[in-house]
């Protein structure tokens, strides 16, 4: 429907009413839809391989990468949660692993509080660099609650709207270690709606969730480009974002992204 909407908005309206019937409306929607190459969904040595060459051949340095890829989750969440007649509480619980998706989690706390979200931080497993102690600073002076301490189901439950997942990226292979099973166990247990940032956390990257990690996220914000495990989402909004692959690169992949629209640093996939 949207697709044909698309098509009548191109198409001079009055000649579709006129000389066209519901069923030619049809018949050219599938037309142009089957033309459309389909974007590509990239396997874990394939992301890994696109991330390597935007840092090596391209000259990103993983800073300027954490910071597009956090804002551009900030504007989805913004996007989809953040309007006046959104009946989602703004006080958000951001759960941020020790890897770069934990970083993209933290510049994505940093920009919620700049949207006027109400932002917490469940970060329990620090690195030790430069690039994510300051960004754990960055968050502090600005008010954000950055804890250790694993947050209850019940506080959870009773205090956030929303909960921002940047614990694992698509380098994670199960099973989740011992140390994040409680967190784990609370994901898997809360209702209140989870937005998961690249991968929902404890899934196989390829294949999906997995029996001791079964997050159902509300959102999915995949970045670069879509990942396998994409596919198994069920009933979930799905964004696209990080606005900053280069046509070469896309080409190399096949991988055939969407437009982004104006100046937006998202796509709405689904």
């Given at each position: 429907?949207?697709?044909?909407?698309?098509?009548?908005?191109?198409?001079?309206?009055?000649?579709?009413?006129?000389?066209?019937?519901?069923?030619?409306h049809k018949t050219l929607a599938r037309t142009i839809a089957t033309s459309i190459p389909k974007m590509k969904y990239l396997n874990?040595?394939?992301?890994?391989?696109?991330?390597?060459?935007?840092?090596?051949?391209?000259?990103?340095?993983?800073?300027?990468?954490?910071?597009?890829?956090?804002?551009?989750?900030?504007?989805?969440?913004?996007?989809?949660?953040?309007?006046?007649?959104?009946?989602?509480?703004?006080?958000?619980?951001?759960?941020?692993?020790?890897?770069?998706?934990?970083?993209?989690?933290?510049?994505?706390?940093?920009?919620?509080?700049?949207?006027?979200?109400?932002?917490?931080?469940?970060?329990?497993?620090?690195?030790e660099k430069d690039l994510f102690i300051n960004l754990q600073h960055q968050c502090e002076s600005m008010g954000i609650t950055v804890?250790?301490?694993?947050?209850?189901?019940?506080?959870?439950?009773?205090?956030?709207?929303?909960?921002?997942?940047?614990?694992?990226?698509?380098?994670?292979?199960?099973?989740?270690r011992e140390s994040f099973a409680p967190i784990m166990d609370v994901l898997n247990k809360s209702k209140v709606p989870i937005v998961?940032?690249?991968?929902?956390?404890?899934?196989?990257?390829?294949?999906?969730?997995?029996?001791?990690?079964?997050?159902?996220?509300?959102?999915?914000?995949?970045?670069?480009?879509?990942?396998?495990?994409?596919?198994?989402?069920?009933?979930?909004?799905?964004?696209?974002?990080?606005?900053?692959?280069?046509?070469?690169?896309?080409?190399?992949?096949?991988?055939?992204?969407?437009?982004?629209?104006?100046?937006?640093?998202?796509?709405?996939?689904?």
């Amino acid at each position: 429907m949207v697709l044909l909407n698309c098509i009548k908005n191109i198409v001079a309206p009055r000649y579709f009413s006129q000389h066209c019937n519901p069923n030619t409306h049809k018949t050219l929607a599938r037309t142009i839809a089957t033309s459309i190459p389909k974007m590509k969904y990239l396997n874990q040595h394939e992301a890994i391989s696109v991330d390597e060459e935007l840092f090596n051949e391209y000259k990103f340095s993983v800073d300027q990468l954490m910071e597009l890829a956090g804002l551009s989750c900030a504007h989805v969440i913004n996007d989809c949660y953040g309007s006046p007649q959104s009946t989602v509480k703004r006080k958000v619980l951001v759960c941020c692993g020790p890897g770069n998706n934990g970083g993209d989690g933290l510049v994505a706390a940093r920009h919620l509080k700049l949207m006027n979200f109400d932002a917490h931080v469940y970060y329990p497993k620090r690195t030790e660099k430069d690039l994510f102690i300051n960004l754990q600073h960055q968050c502090e002076s600005m008010g954000i609650t950055v804890s250790k301490d694993c947050p209850t189901l019940e506080w959870v439950e009773g205090e956030f709207g929303l909960i921002v997942d940047a614990l694992f990226g698509f380098s994670f292979k199960p099973p989740v270690r011992e140390s994040f099973a409680p967190i784990m166990d609370v994901l898997n247990k809360s209702k209140v709606p989870i937005v998961s940032v690249d991968i929902p956390s404890g899934w196989h990257v390829e294949e999906g969730p997995q029996d001791e990690c079964n997050i159902q996220p509300d959102c999915l914000i995949s970045l670069t480009a879509p990942k396998l495990c994409a596919k198994k989402l069920t009933n979930a909004k799905h964004y696209l974002g990080g606005r900053f692959v280069p046509p070469k690169l896309q080409d190399k992949y096949a991988i055939e992204l969407p437009t982004y629209e104006g100046n937006n640093l998202f796509v709405k996939l689904s």
